[in-house]
């Protein structure tokens, strides 16, 4: 989603600055995104960084959850306070709603309504925001990753190679075994377990994959692209894109989307549903039996690239650039979130 986001930048305002504070380590980022001038997650860098800007952006993800924190909602009414203190106007792009539930939050209604501009990832996050009582400034679009892989494409699918990316938010998967045997059943060369996320988190692939019987295990080559100094656009190059993908995570859905994959996405949440209606593929449950996957398998296809997502991502990305009055000729300093 940054990538895709900076993609579309470099050409719409090359001279733009962003600042961006973050509770993680600054090095990583800045090695990734070097564009980005990546500062701590402190008061005092907050503050300044809002008081340096001209415009407060909150880019991607789903912002506006609380079901399981409250943090991200009191990060939003801090940076909110003080961009209203300052007379600097607020925009969201590329955001997702998980819940309509999530909006009753009272804090969260207060943010939507002070957003000059909303631009979402998908239709039903739209319609949901438009729903408030309090109605914001809100388009539909999709994600900004589609900018990404429509400038570099993830390799080709490769026949006979099937992809898995599970991965369950420190739960479990009560339905792997019907999955992985349902795969067992294809006319397969190759079983990829992908580990999108390179560390060990429970519920994500590299715990998963320890815990396969050594017989299953054996079956399956486990695959991480990532390397902390590699940019984006080298650790594309490694995706191992399959004939068939079976997905827990997003981007990689939208990664099998533009490589030609058979996708077949688990739909723990709304995110994941969203892309599975965007990029038209077959979902499963968390607990999906063998006849459901080999189903769902049967029914997926590849299709072209979703240029028109791309498309409608540039749009919104454009649409933003008018409405926060940039001009290519004019330095500006946008603070991300």
Request: with cysteine; glycine share 4%; hydrophobic share 45%.
């Amino acid at each position: 989603m940054m990538a895709g986001f900076l993609t579309a930048l470099r050409e719409l305002v090359p001279t733009a600055s962003l600042t961006c504070c973050v509770p993680f380590a600054l090095a990583p980022l800045q090695r990734r995104f070097p564009e980005v001038t990546w500062l701590p997650y402190d008061e005092e860098s907050r503050i300044r960084s809002i008081t340096d800007c001209e415009l407060w952006l909150g880019l991607g993800g789903s912002p506006f959850q609380n079901a399981q924190s409250r943090w991200f909602i009191d990060h939003l009414t801090a940076d909110a306070a003080w961009c209203a203190r300052q007379d600097k106007p607020m925009f969201f792009l590329g955001v997702g709603v998980q819940t309509a539930e999530e909006l009753a939050e009272p804090a969260v209604q207060r943010v939507c309504a002070q957003a000059a501009g909303i631009w979402t990832r998908d239709p039903l996050s739209a319609e949901r925001l438009r729903a408030l009582t309090r109605n914001p400034q809100v388009e539909a679009a999709s994600d900004l990753a589609h900018l990404f892989f429509r400038a570099r494409r993830p390799p080709p699918a490769q026949a006979g190679r099937l992809t898995l990316v599970p991965n369950f938010d420190y739960g479990s998967w009560p339905g792997q075994d019907a999955c992985l045997a349902a795969v067992a059943a294809l006319p397969l060369t190759e079983r990829v377990w992908l580990a999108q996320e390179s560390r060990v988190l429970p519920g994500a692939e590299r715990a998963l994959y320890a815990t396969l019987p050594a017989a299953t295990k054996a079956q399956w080559q486990l695959v991480s692209p990532d390397a902390p100094d590699d940019t984006l656009a080298a650790i594309l190059t490694r995706w191992p894109s399959g004939e068939w993908l079976v997905t827990a995570r997003y981007h990689a859905a939208l990664a099998g989307a533009w490589s030609g994959s058979k996708t077949v996405v688990i739909a723990t949440n709304e995110k994941l549903r969203a892309a599975a209606r965007d990029l038209a593929c077959p979902t499963l449950s968390l607990n999906a039996d063998l006849r459901a996957v080999t189903r769902a398998l049967e029914a997926a296809s590849s299709a072209s690239p979703p240029a028109a997502l791309a498309a409608k991502a540039e749009e919104a990305c454009t649409a933003f650039v008018r409405a926060a009055g940039y001009s290519p000729l004019l330095r500006r300093r946008v603070e991300l979130s």
